[in-house]
């Protein structure tokens, strides 16, 4: 069977079975032609490991990060799986390979807590106290609270049914990645007044459809449609970052942990199925590690009695004392 067949075979019937996204279907795809395109008509039962190692440098070498070339990968590991399972292959060529590609770590961007006050601030300014402005205004405003009350994903903000809103306890039904439900609570009142506004108007415009945010003809605004939205209140705003809507997603987990919020909590708001994918946050939220070690660091409990000499070279070893507050003697 050619990689052509296979491919065109493996799309069909894996997601026929599985319960997946339409844009996971199109990342497979995507990426299972770069490698058709590299390896050229060639028997699935011929590919060797050797081949994928050298795709793997070919991808390296043309500037892609570790993380989407892992992701490329298990992709393929998915396809040659699915050919095993089905009699095709005795086994898959990845099994011999071990990728050590190494780790990058790539911070999230955020907005700092200002910048965000600014934001929604700008955001509701484009509402008439008296007459709560345009639909279109309004829209505006719902989408960006519902980002920043929330923290979902983008994808997730423009599938939103009317259905999936719970007036009785303000909060939405979530269908996630992986097919996986949970609620986004709207945790304040103001974000619950305008959503609330919102839904109302929506209700009387006889839409004919169950999409919640729709755009100026009235059908599923997009996700470019949000993007630019947040682009142009953040300009507004006078905020020089590039603002968009995965970065509302990291300033919501960056100031959740910031004030508190227990990272498991964090995890559940957000949506990851692991703990890990929410640890990196802790690395960005540095201001709130840092204010935390000055207010529960054993350092502080400790009375240090030591000599700073003027010649480093002549230090003495410090002598730890039970007491509170430290003494420094010169």
């Known amino acids: 069977m050619t990689l ?22 199109t990342a497979y795809g995507i990426d299972l032609a770069q490698l058709q395109s590299y390896l050229g008509a060639q028997d699935i039962a011929l590919i060797t490991p050797n081949q994928l190692e050298a795709w793997a440098r070919e991808l390296q070498s043309q500037g892609y990060a570790s993380a989407s070339i892992r992701r490329k990968f298990a992709t393929v590991r998915m396809f040659f799986g699915h050919w095993v399972r089905r009699g095709e292959l005795t086994q898959s060529p990845l099994w011999k390979i071990r990728l050590d590609l190494g780790r990058e770590r790539v911070l999230p961007r955020n907005l700092t807590a200002s910048d965000t006050q600014r934001l929604i601030e700008t955001a509701w300014r484009g509402l008439d106290p008296s007459t709560g402005g345009t639909f279109t205004n309004l ?19 423009v599938a939103l049914r009317v259905s999936d809103w719970r007036e009785d306890d303000g909060s939405f039904l979530i269908s996630g990645k992986g097919s996986r439900q949970r609620l986004a609570l709207l945790p304040d009142e103001r974000s619950l007044h305008v959503v609330r506004m919102y839904v109302s108007q929506r209700a009387g415009r006889n839409l004919g459809h169950e999409i919640l945010l729709v755009n100026s003809v009235g ?25 968009t809507p995965h970065m509302i997603r990291h300033t919501v987990a960056t100031l959740l942990l910031r004030y508190g919020a227990d990272i498991r909590v964090v995890q559940e708001v957000l949506g990851h199925a692991s703990i890990t994918t929410t640890q990196r946050y802790t690395h960005v939220s540095k201001d709130h590690l840092l204010s935390t070690l000055r207010a529960r660091h054993p350092n502080h409990h400790l009375t240090i009695e030591t000599t700073l000499p003027r010649n480093p070279a002549t230090a003495k070893t410090p002598v730890l004392q039970a007491g509170y507050p430290p003494k420094f003697k010169r």
């Open 139 to 157: 829209r505006d405003l719902a989408a960006i609270e519902i980002l920043f009350a929330t923290g979902i994903r983008v994808g997730e903000l």
């Open 219 to 243: 059908a599923r605004i997009s996700t470019q449609g949000i993007a630019r939205i947040l682009s142009q209140v953040a300009k507004l705003a006078g905020i020089e970052a590039r603002v």
């Open 4 to 25: 052509s067949d296979a491919t065109e075979g493996f799309l069909n019937g894996y997601f026929s079975t599985c319960r997946r996204s339409d844009k996971t279907r």
